[in-house]
């Protein structure tokens, strides 16, 4: 079965009768509906939630909103979406929430509330309620009225309720599921229906201050994809609605993020990659599925997944495994779970295992994430730039010569390193602190001017380097005349006279400008000192890595 689902996925390359996606809306203007279709009731998955939040608060009037558990499996996001409360949960559409306040609330309310907005039929059960399977369907008219009344009337019986769910809305349209929509200013959700066998539609929806509204459908596709097709029909009709950048730094009051991005290969930056899907049943990509087993490649624009995923890098040994989602918006991002994140960081950081170090490690892992993206189109590099992550694996041994799949962290170490996290901490971790670790002040120029003590480390041997000035001429965009390792200010530098002016380089710059050329352990920590030699110079000092925070050495 599972075979003739793979070949049918490959015929289905360029499916008869479905000559690409086609993408229609309908709009909410001053003068009424205007669409390119006609007013018909549609399935809208999805998109049913925030009523199903209101039948809630109708059912349990006064209450604070709940908390739930997603779990793995349970969701459209197969890893799940962890501990969440309403906000979340509508920012990223999470069935697992959203199913049990449906469970939590009389049929009769949820078949009221959905009856009252202009569904054309009661839900038959939880799964109907919040959109699953497509049993209910809604004319788009009435559908954009709806929304345009959550952002303006109050909920009697639950108004904190509501302003949850539009905070949640509010957030999907900038880092959730309609981040497409690229725009500010909109409260936005998406939805994702069954088109046929193979296929699935995409819907999402955009409303904003002025209680103007626009309902887009992609067919075939997703919902994340319709939000991207309706950035387009914003510009169009909404000339003022200001254009995010790509995706612009933004601070996490609450804490890590619930997905995170994670830019691949980024020190590598190969041009082609491939995509297999490594789990036992079809994923979403593009505007299709990639069957069981089945490769393709990920072109720029391209995504695939969520899924057990395996990208490669035709012509190079780049492998890695996720359990997430690709895309590839430039370079190459993986988005995972948070604790997927987590767990990729320890099997890079720890390939030993070193159990003693996880729930710290985990801990600092999460705080570091909690200070907001490092990159402008994701939260983190898999570098240590910001954390070396592997995914699910492979881990390689070189010594060895094997591959292992990087471990899965397990409940109990899950639930330890999110209490430590609370705890005050490290948010950095090194290699090794070579017996001096040292402030983040002193690398990065900011932060802490203390350096956290490593009670396992004294003094320990210097390592020592030798750079090629060929090598430093590719490195540094030409001839390097002199370079010498600085302290001005409190802060390390690497001063380098290449070109007309010297310029003077922090560690992560110089790292990467140097590993790019000779090799990731050419720079292994913020220097000592470098001297000229023939030929070249020399560089020496100790440990491994930035040196700041926990220390992780043997
Ligand atoms: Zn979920
Ligand atoms: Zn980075
Ligand atoms: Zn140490």
């Known amino acids: 079965?599972?075979?003739?689902?793979?070949?049918?996925?490959?015929?289905?390359?360029?499916?008869?009768?479905?000559?690409?996606?086609?993408?229609?809306?309908?709009?909410?203007?001053?003068?009424?509906?205007?669409?390119?279709?006609?007013?018909?009731?549609?399935?809208?998955?999805?998109?049913?939630?925030?009523?199903?939040?209101?039948?809630?608060?109708?059912?349990?009037?006064?209450?604070?909103?709940?908390?739930?558990?997603?779990g793995p499996g349970g969701c459209w996001f197969p890893a799940g979406h962890g501990d969440l409360g309403l906000v979340r949960a509508t920012t990223v559409s999470c069935n697992t929430y959203y199913l049990r306040l449906a469970e939590q609330t009389p049929l009769a309310g949820l078949a009221g509330a959905l009856a009252e907005e202009g569904f054309t039929s009661a839900p038959l059960d939880p799964g109907d309620a919040i959109g699953l399977g497509g049993a209910l369907a809604i004319r788009p008219s009435a559908l954009l009225a709806a929304y345009v009344r959550l952002t303006r009337t109050p909920w009697p019986a639950g108004e904190p309720v509501r302003r949850e769910v539009l905070a949640g809305l509010r957030e999907a349209a900038l880092t959730g599921t309609a981040r497409g929509l690229g725009h500010r200013g909109f409260w936005a959700k998406t939805g994702t229906v069954p088109l046929d066998a193979l296929h699935t539609t995409g819907l999402a929806l955009a409303v904003d201050d002025a209680g103007w509204a626009i309902l887009g459908r992609l067919e075939p596709g997703t919902g994340r994809e319709a939000a991207q097709a309706l950035a387009a029909a914003l510009d169009r009709y909404r000339p003022g609605a200001p254009r995010l950048a790509a995706a612009p730094p933004r601070a996490w009051p609450a804490g890590p993020p619930a997905l995170v991005r994670v830019r691949l290969f980024e020190l590598l930056g190969p041009r082609r990659f491939q995509v297999r899907n490594l789990g036992p049943d079809p994923v979403p990509c593009g505007g299709g599925f990639l069957g069981a087993g089945a490769a393709m490649e990920l072109r720029p624009g391209g995504r695939a997944g969520p899924g057990l995923l395996e990208v490669t890098a035709p012509g190079t040994p780049l492998v890695r495994r996720i359990q997430g989602e690709l895309t590839r918006p430039g370079e190459v991002v993986a988005m995972v779970p948070l604790r997927e994140y987590v767990s990729g960081v320890l099997a890079g950081e720890l390939p030993h295992g070193s159990p003693g170090l996880q729930v710290e490690l985990g801990a600092a892992v999460l705080r570091f994430l909690a200070r907001g993206p490092r990159h402008p189109d994701a939260e983190v590099c898999d570098s240590t730039h910001c954390a070396h992550f592997v995914g699910r694996g492979p881990l390689l041994d070189w010594k060895q010569g094997t591959q292992t799949p990087a471990p899965v962290l397990a409940d109990a170490a899950w639930t330890a390193i999110q209490a430590a996290a609370r705890q005050p901490g490290p948010e950095h971790w090194t290699a090794h602190c070579g017996g001096r670790p040292l402030s983040a002040r002193f690398v990065w120029g900011e932060g802490d001017d203390q350096a956290r003590p490593c009670l396992r480390h004294g003094p320990a041997p210097p390592w020592t380097r030798t750079w090629r000035a060929a090598d430093l001429a590719r490195a540094f965009g030409g001839p390097v005349r002199n370079l010498a390792v600085t302290t001005d200010g409190g802060v390390w530098g690497l001063r380098v006279w290449a070109g007309a002016a010297p310029r003077t380089l922090r560690f992560d710059l110089a790292h990467r400008l140097i590993a790019g050329v000779l090799g990731w352990d050419a720079l292994p920590s913020p220097a000592d000192s470098v001297t000229a030699v023939p030929g070249g110079f020399r560089v020496q000092g100790v440990g491994a890595g930035h040196r700041v925070g926990l220390c992780l050495g043997d």
């Open 1 to 70: 079965m599972k075979a003739r689902i793979a070949a049918l996925l490959m015929l289905a390359g360029g499916l008869p009768g479905l000559a690409g996606p086609v993408f229609s809306t309908w709009r909410l203007e001053p003068g009424g509906l205007v669409s390119e279709r006609p007013d018909d009731p549609l399935p809208v998955g999805s998109l049913q939630k925030p009523f199903v939040a209101k039948a809630w608060a109708l059912a349990h009037p006064g209450e604070p909103s709940p908390r739930f558990h997603c």
